[in-house]
């Protein structure tokens, strides 16, 4: 049977097409159609989820009330709202009333969540406690790695020891695994990607999807950014670490954007059964 090329799932972040463009025939499948059947085996996942969007709250152009009736109008089972937060953020009282508000005639069953960023080495949040106890989901991202100097758009980044840079950043992985308010781990390997820096081999690969899977963290794949790379979601497979969907949605017209991540998924061998489902009770 002629192998067909698989349609090239849009990606927003142009320096992120390496991953984006891995294509399931050179991992290893064969299409046996084009895109509607592709289309059937994402709704053959029954994954109707997505753990990560933003709201005009901080940088999104929607309003949380905008956003869930986007979830409620593509038939999505479940979302998260993952306001960006930090420990100082003085709106956290709004936003959980709103996100209260709007659930309450939602369709869609709605998480109040937050993303937050590692402050250090042991572990710490950009959060404030009060916070921390109201949320319901709490992704961690790192848009920053704590100890190097390095953000989004830094370029001093490009004169570190890649390989150093590399140890770090894992580093600040598993200080995030320590952390036990986590619950996600957001777009893992963005920031190494975006910077060329040296990726972990497999062995490192598999050492941290042991250490992520020993401490009940699931690992998001990020739709937006285009991340984790296959092989590392095949790992974490390996190693029964569970898997959050999330869309990094910041408009209400991107909600439910999870066909890169369904995909990418799918090709690793996984099914609904690899999708974490939490609603945290406490
Ligand atoms: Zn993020
Ligand atoms: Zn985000």
Redo the contacts with the bound molecule.
């Keep these: 049977m002629e192998e067909i090329k698989i349609m090239k799932l849009a990606c927003k972040r142009h320096e992120f097409q390496t991953f984006c463009n891995h294509s399931p025939t050179a991992l290893g499948w064969k299409a046996e159609s084009a895109s509607e059947r592709i289309q059937q085996r994402f709704r053959a996942l029954e994954i109707k989820s997505d753990f990560?969007?933003?709201t005009n709250f901080t940088d999104g152009d929607s309003s949380v009330q905008d956003m869930i009736r986007a979830a409620n109008e593509k038939g999505l089972a479940k979302i998260a709202i993952?306001e960006?937060i930090r420990a100082g953020s003085p709106w956290v009282d709004k936003y959980i009333e709103a996100v209260e508000n709007g659930r309450k005639s939602s369709g869609s069953a709605v998480i109040l969540g937050f993303?937050t960023k590692l402050l250090d080495m042991n572990g710490t949040l950009d959060i404030s406690k009060s916070a921390e106890n109201r949320a319901e989901l709490i992704?961690c991202?790192l848009h920053r790695i704590p100890g190097l100097n390095i953000m989004e758009g830094d370029t001093t980044i490009q004169k570190l020891d890649p390989h150093k840079t590399k140890e770090v950043y894992l580093e600040a992985l598993r200080a995030i695994c320590r952390n036990k308010s986590v619950d996600i781990i957001?777009?893992p390997f963005d920031l190494l990607h975006k910077f060329n820096i040296t990726m972990p081999d497999e062995t490192e690969m598999h050492n941290l999807a042991s250490f992520i899977g020993a401490h009940g963290k699931a690992v998001e794949i990020n739709t937006?950014y285009c991340v984790p790379p296959p092989e590392f979601i095949r790992i974490c497979r390996f190693h029964g670490v569970k898997f959050s969907i999330?869309s990094?949605a910041?408009h209400a017209s991107k909600v439910g954007d999870i066909s890169w991540a369904l995909e990418m998924l799918r090709s690793a061998g996984g099914n609904k059964n690899d999708v974490m489902d939490l609603m945290r009770s406490d």
């Design positions: 990560h969007m933003h993952t960006h993303e992704v991202s957001g777009h937006n999330g990094d910041h």
